[in-house]
């Protein structure tokens, strides 16, 4: 597609419920990421994907969030047991390459806003 | 550990005023800084960007000022006009072998009044 495509825009589940959040890249993107933005916390890295290289996984802020990737391309973020404080909007990112010129330029999709009751 | 910080976060400018963003980093390793534009449900977009090596980049009406040995750059808006009215996000990374990681700021509001 054009650009990055989010599913679903939004998203209100109840406590303890799990979510998948889906990412669908432009084509031809190696390079994945997923960010989460809270109410004035700005942008915050969760995960990043780059061809068949092991993820950097450094940013998930628990083992309830987890994140694969099949084909190199869909990106599903999974967060189990939600919490309140899971509430926030999902970004996902993708770039030409993860490494060289244009590896930094990141399209971002709409996101997908998190409301956990 | 915040790595960049980004001052106002709110900013009120009226039409044809200059917006002024500024952002502070920690980790000399870093050496691109882009800044991304928001618009209300909407993903973040590249506005402009700049490499250490240079100490200033001008694209039509916005401008990064960078400072490599105070560790700071900003972002300047001239002749802001209510379309420009957005968050804005500043970021940092490095380049060449390793993650890629943007760090972001947490954002400044701008407001651009008639």
């Known amino acids: 597609g054009a650009g990055v495509s989010q599913s679903p825009s939004n998203k209100v589940t109840e406590k303890g419920k799990d979510v998948e959040l889906r990412c669908d890249p432009i084509?031809?993107?190696?390079?994945l990421y997923w960010y989460r933005q809270s109410l004035g916390q700005g942008l915050e890295f969760l995960i990043y994907?780059?061809?068949?290289?092991?993820?950097?996984k450094s940013g998930l802020p628990s083992d309830r969030f987890s994140a694969e990737r099949t084909g190199g391309s869909v990106s599903t973020l999974t967060i189990q047991r939600t919490q309140q404080e899971d509430s926030a909007v999902y970004l996902c990112?993708?770039?030409?390459?993860?490494?060289?010129?244009?590896?930094?330029?990141?399209?971002f999709g709409a996101g997908s806003r998190l409301t956990v009751l | 550990q915040q790595q960049v910080k980004q001052s106002p976060q709110s900013l009120i400018v009226q039409k044809g005023g200059i917006s002024i963003i500024n952002c502070a980093y920690e980790?000399?390793?870093?050496?691109?800084f882009p800044w991304y534009q928001q618009f209300p449900g909407k993903g973040p977009a590249l506005l402009i960007a700049i490499r250490p090596d240079v100490s200033e980049k001008k694209e039509g009406r916005f401008t990064i000022s960078f400072n490599k040995s105070a560790k700071q750059f900003s972002l300047h808006i001239m002749d802001s006009q209510p379309g420009d009215s957005a968050t804005y996000f500043c970021?940092?990374?490095?380049?060449?072998?390793?993650?890629?990681?943007?760090?972001f700021g947490k954002g400044t509001k701008l407001s651009v009044i008639p």
């Open positions: 970021a940092a990374s490095r380049t060449g072998a390793g993650s890629y990681q943007l760090t």
């Open positions: 084509s031809g993107h190696t390079a």
């Open positions: 994907f780059q061809g068949n290289s092991a993820p950097d």
């Open positions: 990112a993708s770039s030409r390459s993860g490494t060289g010129s244009g590896a930094n330029v990141l399209t």
């Open positions: 980790n000399t390793a870093f050496d691109y």
